[in-house]
């Protein structure tokens, strides 16, 4: 017996070692909790959005490998109008990709696994990106844009779009409707800009994995 407990506490640390290992929480390393802003007037509640819910739950059987880790909302979330601004400090809101299927990323550069990441969205965007489809990261760096513009630059990131909040509020609003939980945190949304569903943690985007289960969301009928 007593080898058994310490068998499973063994497994325990090391299961917790792996998830500290490969997931950026909000803490010291970088943007704690108490930094961002709390004061967002983005309300995300969706009574025009249950039917794109139901038709993220016909994407959780696509959710094995790369990114077994993808779940299907548990609540209607309307995406259009979380706030950011592009490269040029200019307002954006999801609502400007409307009518295309969105692989929406929230990272930082304090985040490891958020920049391990960054260079599949490049190729997501690169081999999936147009008329049907788009690649739209914002980064959560707090400050100016000088942090985030930089890694683009060093990591050569140019398909997809620079776009920033420093404010963090758009954390913050996914964060209140139990979406976001750390970070690196991604949402698949559809053309209405309804929330699908979510993958907290860093995967390989531009894997066949992944392919697939975007292909599955881009060939979802369009609603209204």
């Known amino acids: 017996m007593k080898n058994k407990t310490f068998l499973g506490l063994g497994l325990a640390a090391i299961a917790l070692s792996i998830g500290v290992g490969v997931y950026g929480i909000l803490g010291t390393s970088g943007n704690t909790s108490g930094e961002y802003a709390q004061n967002s007037d983005t309300d995300i509640a ?13 994407l959780d059987p696509l959710a094995t490998g790369d990114i077994a880790a993808f779940r299907a909302l548990d609540e209607p979330l309307d995406l259009t109008e979380i706030k950011f601004v592009d490269d040029q400090g200019n307002p954006k809101t999801l609502a400007d990709w409307k009518g295309k ?4 990323n929230l990272w930082a550069t304090w985040c490891p696994p958020c920049r391990e990441e960054m260079p599949y969205f490049e190729t997501l965007q690169t081999t999936k990106g147009g008329d049907t489809f788009q690649v739209v990261p914002v980064s959560i760096d707090l400050g100016d844009a000088a942090k985030p513009k930089a890694f683009y630059a060093q990591t050569g990131l140019k398909e997809i779009p620079f776009l920033h909040d420093n404010t963090m509020n758009a954390f913050h609003d996914l964060k209140k409707k139990a979406v976001a939980l750390g970070m690196p945190t991604t949402l698949l949304v559809d053309t209405n800009g309804c929330g699908l569903g979510v993958l907290n943690g860093p995967a390989k ?20």
């Not at 299927?101 to 929406?104: I, P, R, S």
């Open 205 to 224: 985007w531009d894997g066949p994995d992944a392919i697939k289960l975007i292909d599955a969301a881009i060939a979802l009928p369009k609603l209204g």
């Open 101 to 104: 299927t969105v692989l929406f």
């Open 46 to 58: 969706a009574p025009n959005c249950p039917a794109s819910m139901a038709r993220g739950k016909e």
